[in-house]
């Protein structure tokens, strides 16, 4: 009896060995499946149609170049709206239009709507030259593939940089000269853009104060002339701006107020 238990304890590790070998086999097998799988997983990729974000090295560096190029012209149109109300005559005209309308007292009327759209077809107007000199030495060329879009924007610069040149005032070129801590230039072209479009600005907002400051002093007679009369009377609990208004919109519509005014504006820019 002893002899025969050594002899099946034998037996079972010799019919253990081929499962033991079978599985040292099938481990080996899956190990060589997922090492290429593990090796490229250490590099973490995300990859479209167009171009492909990750750590590895690029096939077609002109084609990460391009993705770039078009996420720079993005990011410009995105501005687009605020660089084209600042360096045209838009900034000046929303301004007179809001202080108008303060000075009449109409609270919201005309509204947002109407003032920013009647400020945008005005600067359409008046920067109507200041586009065709532009799509002419520029645009055109550029779409004909004549010029480079470097020195297209070059040209495209140079009529936009004279009307604001002759909007602007010295003192204030001066001042953003003086803080940028350049040398005195000897003509507007040695001024850069940088320096012009923020000296512009301001001059702009200046200009737009003070024609909405002589708007404002008629109106603010009829409100003082109105206030007087009605304490006189004794109407001291009528608000004088209930009274004023109509004297005010009567005042503006038989001077032909907006025929003045936009006329006026128009012209400022001439």
Known sequence: ??????????????????????AAVAFAALAALLTPALASAQVP???????TLGTAAGDDPARGSAVLQIFLLMTVLSLAPAILTMVTSFTRIVIVLSLLRRALGTMQLPSNQIVIGLALFLTVFIMAPVWQKINQAALQPYLEKKISSQQA?????????????KQTREKDLALFVDVAKLQRPAGPEDIP?????????ISEVKTA???????YVPFLIVDMVVAAVLLSMGMMMLPPVMVSLPFKLLLFVLADG???LVGSLVKSFG
């Not at 924007?153 to 040149?165: K, Q, S, T, W, Y």
């Not at 853009?193 to 600005?201: A, E, G, Q, W, Y």
Request: overall charge positive.
């Open 153 to 165: 924007l070059e040209l495209a610069v140079g009529p936009l940089r004279d009307f604001m040149f």
């Open 209 to 215: 104060f003070e024609i909405g400051l002589l708007l």
């Open 45 to 51: 990729t995300v990859s479209t149609p167009y171009f």
């Open 258 to 260: 907006w025929y003045l």
């Open 193 to 201: 853009i940088s320096v012009l479009i923020p000296s512009f600005i």
């Open 1 to 22: 009896m002893r002899a025969e238990r050594p002899a099946r304890a034998n037996g079972r590790r010799w019919g253990r060995a081929p499962r033991l070998l079978a």
